[in-house]
């Protein structure tokens, strides 16, 4: 038995050293975003898929709350140096499973407004919609600079349990981060 | 070569042994990160890939190093190198002793761990907790049942309401039935009328697939969470349509649940949940464990394994350099000097090993600089031992030649230094003429005579020799109860017969004086005696005068040839110095004999390759006159006289010399004056002045040669042998155009 284990460790080190190598199937992607002036604030919205995978889907079944951070930055285009960070705004849920109402519930950190629904897919198409999110203020960015939007959203691991972070770090299923997705604003 | 070892060689192992402790603490300090980083991610969580990655390379490079190691030693093992047994051995016992404890350590570890886990999870409680809720759901779906009821009832009380009265009657209504919050709503989702006991301005709008459920007629309840209950009751109702043109609506409540019921109910999500997580998370929590544990056993283990590598290594190093110094010391290498591991006992052992081969190696340049010199002076030794014109024996006291000059080889006739190691036995044995002399070294080696001088005749390839021996004992130090005796010896046989043939020739000389002076006056005494009295005299007494005088003249006249030829004798004239060809002149000889005396038989046997010779050719006659003269006279009246006459070319010791045997069939010689038969005075004839052979023996020896008698050994008669000095090789083409063998 516990020869096993040592080389089933051992195996299990090897695979996870090579796995992020392989192509993941499930994970996270921007699918459209974009912004506009309104209100005094540059308002972003767009469209996120989230799949989530079967491994962290059952997590979520088995009361392993998920926190999910959509980071938006805005960068100031220079020419020869590295663009300029002026701005970032994260928008962070949690989705939780609720056992005693078998519903999912998606709450907004900041906010705490929280939202049940019936099905995971529902609620991750909540997720995924953000609407008029505010950025920066429209008094930062000048007309005569050209500036960069950039959108990611990912599965905060260090949110997660003590126990499954490890795993987590190491395990590609757990690797649920979009790419920065990018678009001009001027 | 000094023998230490390469400093580049000893700063590697040194940069290797620190990569190696270097490594070996960033690894024990990631392990130590990567244990916090499980306890508390917060700190070092981010880094726990990096950590791990770093980890699993650091593995990788000890797995590398031990492999590296693990073939140096296969490769050691099969070449037999010193050394490679004993770090097998060590690095076994190292990987046994360090393996097994911790692999039992593993072993418990993980149980205890595994156990540990298991034990927060019990069964009966997994089951109290999903009892509870199912309860929990059983009584908060009793108490929406009742809801929906209460709903479905306002839904039948709005059916009769049109949509300006609602406004009117809904309060009313949401306050019957305990609603917090009552809406009406087109079945698009429109608002029409609500009612909030919470003052809240925009009312809860229902998720669209329960707004879906409700459209295709079924109605809904379920909990949901507000901002002041987490379970409040949500019920969806399609309001009934009792009259043609009304709008289908449905109305939506939300029911608050009791304080109790709602904290009940959140315990036990939350309980539930946690428990679910930790559920979830044992097997998580176990592979956690288990990974770091086994990082932490593969690290011990092989830092053991490298670990013992280099200790085995280390200490082999000086059983490999012992090995190696031993084995150059075997082959004679004793310039190599090896490195002091320390101050331990090997360390001991290896400066006794530079101290033994630094006085092995003194001790050999000792041996070589007293062997040199041992050589130089044998050298010298024998340098002056062969410039003696006296031959050196030494012979040890078992009759064994030890040591003989290159003038002994010449005194005695034969390569006596080449006979070292023979015993003066065996020598005899070969060369019987040596017996004389050998017989007297050993008499005296035998009766312990410590100083002897003896003179000793031996009858060698030149002749009879007088050898003037005088032998001195040396008692060797170095070897106890040896002693070796030195035998020195020259040949005295031509200063002998120098001193004899001077006294004789002195003799003769005096004699030839003394003699010739009254020769004449007797003669012409004689003479006046015959003229002035033999004519006075009577015929008988004349007749007695002339007989008497006649006599005296005769007398004197031989009494005059004979003092000539002692003269002769006595008187060296000088010699020419010629090249002869002496097959020509003894032909020439043998042809005038011939000529005089035709019952004589001379055989002819010339050699055809017959070197030439330098000398005086009418001295040369003279010796083959009086030879040939004795060889007719010892034959006597013998009707047939026959006379072997053989030229030869001889080649012996070095020397190259012409040899002409002269062989008579006469009576021979007696023993007792052949020794001295070419003495002046010394003949068998009863007329011979005896002065022949030794004319003949003085002119050969003028020429530089040797002549000697032997009778014949088959047959009788003797034969005289005479021996001159080579100069040049005759044409043989010359020779056999002008002498053959024939018979005369």
């Not at chain 1, 609407?131 to 007309?143: A, H, K, Q, S, Y």
């Not at chain 2, 349509?241 to 009304?246: A, K, N, R, V």
């Not at chain 2, 034969?414 to 070294?441: F, W």
């Not at chain 2, 021996?469 to 120098?498: C, N, P, R």
Request: proline content about 3%; charged content about 20%; overall charge negative.
């Amino acid at each position: 038995m516990i020869m096993k284990t040592f080389f089933l460790n051992i195996f299990i080190f090897s695979v996870l050293l090579i796995a992020p190598l392989v192509a993941m199937a499930q994970g996270i992607s921007i699918e459209n975003a974009s912004g506009r002036l309104k209100d005094g604030f540059y308002q972003v919205d767009a469209n996120v898929k989230y799949d989530l995978g079967d491994s962290v889907i059952e997590a979520l079944n088995h009361g392993i709350q998920l926190r999910f951070d959509i980071t938006v930055e805005v960068k100031r285009v220079r020419k020869w140096r590295w663009d300029q960070n002026i701005a970032t705004a994260i928008l962070s849920y949690t989705l939780d499973y609720l056992p005693l109402t078998n519903n999912y519930q998606i709450t907004n950190i900041i906010t705490e407004e929280k939202r049940q629904f019936k099905e995971l897919p529902e609620s991750l198409e909540f997720l995924g919609n953000i609407d008029e999110f505010p950025v920066i203020n429209e008094n930062e960015l000048f007309d005569d600079r050209s500036y960069n939007c950039f959108i990611k959203s990912e599965l905060r691991i260090r949110n997660l349990p003590l126990p499954l972070q490890p795993l987590a770090l190491i395990s590609p299923s757990w690797e649920l981060s979009s790419s920065w997705h990018e678009w001009s604003i001027r | 070569m000094n023998g230490q070892l390469d400093k580049p060689e000893k700063n590697d192992k040194n940069i290797i042994l620190v990569l190696g402790i270097i490594l070996f603490l960033f690894m024990l300090a990631s392990l130590v990160l990567m244990g916090d980083a499980l306890q508390n991610p917060d700190r070092f969580g981010e880094y726990m890939s990096g950590l791990l990655i770093f980890n699993a390379l650091g593995l990788l490079v000890l797995v590398i190093l031990i492999f590296a190691n693990l073939k140096n030693l296969v490769v050691q093992l099969k070449n037999k190198s010193p050394g490679s047994r004993m770090t097998f051995k060590t690095v076994s016992m190292f990987a046994i002793l360090s393996t097994i404890p911790v692999l039992i350590l593993y072993y418990f570890s993980l149980n205890f761990l595994y156990q540990g886990i298991d034990s927060w999870f019990n069964p009966k409680v997994e089951q109290a907790l999903n009892d509870s809720l199912e309860l929990s759901k059983i009584s908060l779906n009793e108490r929406m049942k009742d809801m929906l009821n209460l709903t479905e009832q306002a839904a039948n009380d709005f059916s009769l309401l049109s949509d300006e009265t609602l406004l009117v009657e809904i309060d009313e209504i949401r306050s019957r039935i305990g609603a917090e919050e009552l809406t009406i709503m087109s079945k698009q989702g429109n608002f029409l009328a609500s009612s909030s006991s919470l003052g809240e301005l925009v009312p809860a709008s229902p998720n669209n697939s329960i707004l879906f459920q409700v459209q295709q007629g079924n109605n809904y309840v379920g909990l949901t969470s507000t901002t002041q209950s987490d379970f409040s009751v949500q019920t969806v109702v399609n309001i009934p349509i009792i009259s043609i043109g009304i709008e289908p609506r449905i109305v939506l409540a939300l029911f608050p649940t009791t304080e109790r019921i709602n904290t009940l109910a959140t315990n036990i999500q939350i309980t539930y949940g946690e428990y679910q997580e930790l559920t979830y998370l044992r097997d998580q929590l176990k592979v956690g464990f288990a990974s770091i544990l086994t990082l932490v056993l593969l690290f011990s283990i092989f830092s053991a394994l490298w670990a013992s590598f280099y200790s085995a290594n280390r200490l082999a190093a000086p059983i490999r350099n012992l090995a190696d110094g031993t084995k150059s010391v075997a082959q004679g290498d004793y310039s190599k000097q090896l490195p002091v591991p320390g101050n331990d006992e090997l360390g001991f052992l290896v400066a006794s090993f530079n101290d033994m081969t630094r006085k092995i190696s003194s001790a050999r340049d000792q041996a070589k600089t007293s062997q040199l010199q041992a050589e130089t002076q044998k050298v010298y030794l024998e340098a002056v031992l062969g410039r003696l014109s006296s031959g050196v024996l030494v012979v040890d006291q078992n009759n064994t030649i030890r040591t003989a000059n290159l003038s002994s080889n010449q005194v005695l006739g034969i390569d006596i230094s080449e006979m070292t190691g023979q015993s003066l036995n065996k020598i005899v044995e070969d060369y019987a003429y040596l017996e004389p002399l050998l017989n007297t070294i050993e008499y005296h080696n035998e009766k312990n005579i410590n100083e002897w001088r003896e003179q000793v005749t031996i009858f060698g390839t030149s002749g009879r020799q007088i050898l003037m021996s005088s032998g001195t004992t040396l008692y060797m130090q170095e070897i106890v109860d040896s002693k070796t005796q030195v035998i020195v010896f020259d040949d005295i046989t031509a200063l002998i017969q120098g001193q004899k043939d001077a006294a004789w020739s002195e003799m003769a000389r005096r004699l030839a004086h003394e003699i010739k002076n009254p020769l004449t006056p007797i003669q012409l005494a004689a003479e006046r005696l015959r003229i002035k009295y033999l004519k006075k005299m009577d015929a008988s007494q004349g007749e007695a005068m002339d007989k008497l005088t006649n006599t005296i003249i005769q007398q004197v006249e031989t009494m005059k040839d004979m003092v000539n030829t002692f003269s002769e004798y006595a008187h060296t004239p000088t010699i020419s110095h010629e090249i002869i060809n002496l097959n020509q002149l003894t032909q020439e000889v043998i042809d005038l004999y011939n000529t005089l005396n035709s019952d004589m038989s001379v055989t002819l046997e010339l050699s055809e390759t017959l070197p030439y010779i330098k000398g005086d050719p009418n001295r040369i006659r003279r010796v083959f006159n009086n030879l040939l003269n004795n060889a007719f006279e010892a034959m006597g009246d013998k009707k047939l006289t026959a006379i072997d006459i053989k030229t030869d070319y001889i080649s012996e010791h070095g020397m190259d010399f012409v040899e002409i045997r002269i062989k008579d069939m006469g009576s021979g010689i007696s023993d007792e004056i052949i020794d001295n038969i070419f003495d002046p005075y010394v003949t068998t004839k009863p007329k011979g002045t005896g002065l022949g052979l030794a004319i003949v023996k003085k002119i050969i020896e003028e020429h530089g040669g040797i002549v000697w008698l032997e009778n014949n050994p088959d047959s009788c008669g003797a034969c005289a042998i005479i021996r001159l000095p080579a100069v040049m090789q005759a044409k043989n083409e010359e020779l056999k155009s002008i002498y053959n063998r024939q018979v005369l």
